[in-house]
């Protein structure tokens, strides 16, 4: 009896067994089977699409991003170069410029023995050298002239310390009160003595410009 019901029992579950597999079988087989495999794969080649299309829009902005710094970064590196380069060149310019400046800006004027007023024909060439000066106002607008009066040898040290400092004078007021310069650009330096070989020669004034 025992025997006989564990022999049904196995025969039972063989015959389910056996359904199950050909159930499986034959859904593989059936339109539904291939409905379901079909959907499956439409959604996840549309999720793929979607994925990539949004990776290439975030590759295209990141693109963008990038060559918008790299021109920014180009564009600022080269405005610096040029600004370098311009603030040599002015530099340079401005040196050459003041060099020239005060090269050619120098004068002397000439006293008889014992004088220090000036001449009408001195008025003449230092109003000359004035209209110099406002020319080169483009390359050196702030100045000062320094007058260096000098005397010979015909009188004692402190004689002729009056002499040079009447001599600077009368060059300055000119400046001032018949050129209208600014008194404050004139300095008057009477601390020296070198004497040159001839008398008249000593008896002068050296007017420079200078560039500040």
């Known amino acids: 009896m025992t025997i006989a019901k564990s022999t049904l029992v196995l025969s039972v579950v063989l015959l389910l067994t056996s359904c199950c597999i050909h159930t499986e079988s034959k859904f593989k087989k059936s339109k539904l089977s291939n409905f ?33 710094f790299e021109s920014s970064s180009e564009s600022e590196h080269t405005s610096n170069c040029c600004k370098k380069l311009e603030d040599q060149i002015g530099t340079h310019s401005k040196l050459s410029a003041t060099k020239n400046f005060e090269a050619v800006n120098t004068t002397i004027v000439f006293f008889d023995i014992n004088k220090y007023k000036l001449s009408l024909s001195d008025k003449q060439d230092l109003l000359l050298f004035k209209t110099k000066i406002d020319m080169a106002n483009e390359f050196c607008s702030d100045y000062q002239i320094k007058i260096y009066p000098y005397t010979d040898s015909t009188g004692n040290n402190e004689y002729n310390s009056k002499l040079r400092k009447l001599r600077g004078e009368s060059i300055k007021m000119c400046f001032v009160e018949e050129f209208g310069v600014d008194e404050d650009r004139l300095s008057i330096i009477t601390n020296n003595y070198n004497h040159l070989s001839s008398d008249y020669y000593n008896r002068r004034a050296l007017i420079k410009v200078t560039c500040l």
Do not use: P, W
């Open 36 to 68: 379901t495999y079909d959907q499956t794969v439409e959604i996840l080649e549309e999720s793929t699409a979607e994925d990539i299309s949004q990776l290439n829009v975030k590759v295209a902005g990141l693109n963008t991003k990038l060559a918008s």
